[in-house]
């Protein structure tokens, strides 16, 4: 594992006393940046498995440690440029940069020379990292340096070509092994760490390319000149295309407002798709930052270009690789049913308790004193978001409140956080933004929403629609290692379900099919579902069974009781026993008889437990009675009561007939 500040000793003004951190190393690269700082934790074989990522703003320490935590026996990465969002690593989703660098690789050039040629550049670094096989140099900038800034990849380039870096390692975007993480490149791994700390040297953009040789626009620096524009420009390669006219046009003397209607000429008839205006006139205001250049022919700059390694677009594995792969168990929030950073759902008809399961699940995540939910452990406890958008305030309180008190828990922890009734859904850029910003903040583990329907702001019918959406709203939480679910209404009724209700799903079949797993509730009674687990992604269908709410409305607590479903032979029997004391109870008791003395007199512990009737078990014979009009409802007081209106005994009727 890699501590959330990975000491180590390093040099400052020539003395070894100096502790740096992780968090100290990433405090003074990402100083007064804006967007986000990428963690990518990449496996020993790269055909192990896909490369998990985090996306987190530059205070967020304790989000990172999570993912650290996670990973403790990857290559750890982090992304010199911030990005845009959390959606990729791309250079065009990236910012800006805080240093300028160079990679050292000492296979390639000794240690010696290495540091003659260091000893011989006029300014000296501020951050010397080894990394294993090598050395990481950094040089501090005074101000942020936008990543589409035409003289920022020439000086990576001059910089390397001076003191023989790699020169594969001169992307704005690239991203560098983390101080404190393994290469496990070697056994046994070699930790990188930082050998020489001075972030008091921040250097002028213009003190460095001062520094360099010259840089020369069209011969001797390895690269040809930028290619013409193509006819066609496609997605990704759009910001860094356009980003190289731009800077020809602005050294030449054009006005960003020039710049920003020649590009969004280019955009319209090149760009497929093409970007939204704002984002064009902001590359044409960040390129006008920068003064004129007095040359009539300003140096280019090579956009960098998309990896060429075959099948590199996706988590690849071919022959011998697919029998090797090791398949990792999930980190299970609760074993068996919610696992970490995956969608889950929890579906069912109306009046089917769904809400009740999600708000239980969220105190059981939050409370560090609940050990299971539904039976299972709980192995992941810390902050849990519940989002209610249909019972208000009030109604929300309520229930958490019971369901503490139902632990035995006077208190709730900060870690529990109800967000009632939002002003905006996920729809909406800011909300969901704000979201994310907050989550991030607090180190949010679990985001339970109550209900997908009111939340997502779109329409959920249509699966190209929602597959879009989940992408931009689902998927980033996902990529923060968050749990997400969300409860989902089941109900519109297909051909062929002979009017059963649970037999069909509401909207898009994109909704279930991105889900991980799902809890379906079958409405039994306003206390009580059947609980079916029946998508099981990471794991094996389990044996649920029949969830009651234990607690009525006046009582001060509620606790969920799960019980196995009992065989269709015992639970008719127990019905049949059921409906036959009910009927002699409500005959003793002419006024009526409230659910205190049905359990005093079915499931009194002092009768053989063989012989006890639980309320699932009478909960469902007392709603047939009041349906047949045998019962009639009311309320005695606060509590739920029931008198007997038409007794079938004496109207000649048998209980066995039907």
Same mark, same amino acid.
């Given at each position: 594992?890699?501590?959330?500040?990975?000491?180590?000793?390093?040099?400052?003004?020539?003395?070894?006393?100096?502790?740096?951190?992780?968090?100290?190393?990433?405090?003074?690269?990402?100083?007064?940046?804006?967007?986000?700082?990428?963690?990518?934790?990449?496996?020993?074989?790269?055909?192990?498995?896909?490369?998990?990522?985090?996306?987190?703003?530059?205070?967020?320490?304790?989000? $990172?440690?999570?993912?650290?935590?996670?990973?403790?026996?990857? #290559?750890?990465?982090?992304?010199?440029?911030?990005?845009?969002?959390?959606?990729?690593?791309?250079?065009?989703?990236?910012? %800006?940069?805080?240093? +300028?660098?160079?990679?050292?690789?000492?296979?390639?050039?000794?240690? @010696?020379?290495?540091?003659?040629?260091?000893?011989?550049?006029?300014?000296?670094?501020?951050?010397?990292? /080894?990394?294993?096989?090598?050395?990481?140099?950094?040089?501090?900038? +005074?101000? /942020?340096?936008?990543?589409?800034?035409?003289?920022? $990849?020439?000086?990576?380039?001059?910089?390397?070509?001076?003191?023989?870096? %790699?020169?594969?390692?001169?992307?704005?975007?690239?991203?560098?092994?983390?101080?404190?993480?393994?290469?496990?490149?070697?056994?046994?791994?070699?930790?990188?760490?930082?050998?020489?700390?001075?972030?008091?040297?921040?250097?002028?953009?213009?003190?460095?390319?001062?520094?360099?040789?010259?840089?020369?626009?069209?011969?001797?620096?390895?690269?040809?000149?930028?290619?013409?524009?193509? @006819?066609?420009?496609?997605?990704?390669?759009?910001?860094?295309?356009?980003?190289?006219?731009?800077?020809?046009?602005?050294?030449?003397?054009?006005?960003?407002?020039?710049?920003?209607?020649?590009?969004? @000429?280019?955009? $319209?008839?090149?760009?497929?798709?093409?970007?939204?205006?704002?984002?064009?006139?902001?590359?044409?205001?960040?390129?006008?930052?920068?003064?004129?250049?007095?040359?009539?022919? =300003? =140096?280019?700059?090579?956009?960098?270009?998309?990896?060429?390694?075959?099948?590199?677009?996706?988590?690849?594995?071919?022959?011998?690789?697919?029998?090797?792969?090791?398949?990792?168990?999930?980190?299970?929030?609760?074993?068996?049913?919610?696992?970490?950073?995956?969608?889950?759902?929890? +579906?069912?008809?109306?009046?089917?308790?769904?809400?009740?399961?999600?708000?239980?699940?969220?105190?059981?995540?939050?409370?560090?004193?609940?050990?299971?939910?539904?039976?299972?452990?709980?192995?992941?406890?810390?902050?849990?978001?519940?989002?209610?958008?249909?019972?208000?305030?009030?109604?929300?309180?309520?229930?958490?409140?019971?369901?503490?008190?139902?632990?035995?828990?006077?208190?709730?922890?900060?870690?529990?956080?109800?967000?009632?009734?939002?002003?905006?859904?996920?729809? %909406?850029?800011?909300?969901?933004?704000?979201?994310?910003?907050?989550?991030?903040?607090?180190?949010?583990?679990?985001?339970?929403?109550?209900?997908?329907?009111?939340?997502?702001?779109?329409?959920?019918?249509?699966?190209?629609?929602?597959?879009?959406?989940?992408?931009?709203?689902?998927?980033?939480?996902?990529?923060?290692?968050?749990? +997400?679910?969300?409860?989902?209404?089941?109900? #519109?009724?297909?051909?062929?379900?002979?009017? %059963?209700p649970d037999a069909a799903v509401r909207g898009a079949t994109q909704i279930r099919a991105l889900c991980t797993s799902v809890l379906e509730c079958r409405h039994l009674s306003p206390t009580m579902t059947l609980l079916l687990h029946n998508k099981h992604r990471d794991t094996g269908a389990l044996p649920l069974g029949i969830l009651t709410l234990m607690g009525g409305h006046g009582e001060p607590t509620i606790t969920l009781d799960l019980r196995a479903a009992p065989t269709a032979a015992a639970s008719n029997a127990k019905r049949d026993r059921a409906r036959r004391e009910l009927l002699t109870l409500a005959r003793q008791h002419p006024a009526g008889i409230t659910r205190a003395l049905i359990d005093g007199a079915l499931s009194a512990s002092g009768r053989p437990k063989a012989e006890r009737i639980s309320k699932r078990i009478y909960g469902p014979v007392i709603e047939d009675l009041v349906k047949e009009e045998v019962f009639q409802a009311f309320t005695l007081g606060r509590a739920d009561a029931w008198r007997l209106i038409r007794d079938p005994d004496a109207s000649g009727e048998s209980e066995d007939d039907d």
């Open positions: 594992m890699i501590p959330p500040t990975a000491p180590r000793r390093a040099r400052a003004n020539g003395v070894a006393d100096v502790t740096v951190g992780l968090e100290d190393f990433l405090a003074v690269l990402f100083h007064d940046a804006r967007g986000k700082v990428e963690l990518r934790a990449v496996p020993r074989d790269r055909g192990d498995g896909p490369v998990p990522t985090c996306f987190s703003d530059p205070g967020a320490a304790a989000w $990172r440690a999570g993912f650290l935590t996670t990973h403790p026996t990857k #290559h750890i990465y982090f992304g010199v440029a911030t990005r845009r969002d959390g959606s990729s690593g791309k250079l065009e989703n990236c910012l %800006d940069v805080g240093a +300028v660098w160079v990679d050292l690789d000492f296979a390639k050039i000794s240690e @010696e020379e290495a540091r003659t040629r260091l000893a011989a550049f006029p300014l000296p670094p501020s951050i010397a990292l /080894r990394s294993g096989g090598g050395a990481h140099l950094y040089w501090l900038l +005074v101000q /942020r340096l936008a990543v589409l800034d035409p003289r920022l $990849r020439p000086l990576l380039v001059a910089l390397a070509r001076a003191l023989h870096g %790699d020169p594969a390692v001169v992307d704005p975007a690239r991203c560098l092994r983390l101080p404190g993480s393994k290469n496990w490149k070697y056994n046994p791994p070699r930790e990188a760490f930082i050998s020489s700390w001075h972030p008091e040297r921040r250097y002028t953009l213009d003190a460095l390319l001062a520094a360099v040789p010259p840089i020369e626009p069209h011969a001797g620096n390895g690269h040809a000149p930028a290619p013409p524009v193509e @006819e066609t420009i496609p997605d990704g390669q759009r910001n860094a295309t356009l980003a190289s006219p731009a800077g020809s046009m602005r050294r030449r003397g054009m006005t960003p407002e020039e710049i920003a209607v020649a590009l969004a @000429e280019v955009n $319209r008839n090149r760009c497929r798709p093409p970007l939204p205006d704002d984002e064009v006139e902001a590359i044409a205001r960040n390129i006008g930052r920068y003064a004129p250049a007095d040359e009539a022919t =300003p =140096p280019t700059t090579e956009t960098p270009t998309e990896t060429t390694a075959p099948w590199a677009w996706a988590a690849s594995f071919q022959g011998e690789a697919i029998m090797r792969a090791i398949i990792t168990r999930p980190r299970f929030v609760i074993d068996e049913l919610f696992s970490q950073g995956h969608q889950h759902a929890v +579906v069912g008809a109306a009046g089917a308790c769904k809400s009740w399961v999600l708000s239980a699940l969220v105190v059981a995540v939050a409370c560090p004193e609940v050990t299971t939910f539904l039976g299972q452990p709980v192995h992941v406890h810390g902050p849990a978001v519940l989002e209610s958008w249909e019972q208000g305030p009030d109604e929300d309180l309520r229930r958490l409140q019971k369901l503490l008190r139902g632990h035995g828990l006077t208190a709730a922890p900060d870690t529990l956080i109800l967000q009632s009734r939002p002003f905006l859904t996920l729809q %909406d850029d800011g909300a969901y933004a704000a979201r994310l910003r907050d989550f991030e903040a607090a180190g949010v583990i679990l985001y339970a929403c109550d209900s997908l329907s009111e939340a997502a702001g779109i329409e959920l019918n249509d699966n190209t629609r929602y597959s879009a959406w989940w992408r931009a709203r689902v998927q980033p939480l996902l990529d923060h290692n968050i749990t +997400v679910v969300f409860t989902h209404l089941r109900g #519109h009724l297909k051909p062929g379900t002979s009017g %059963d």
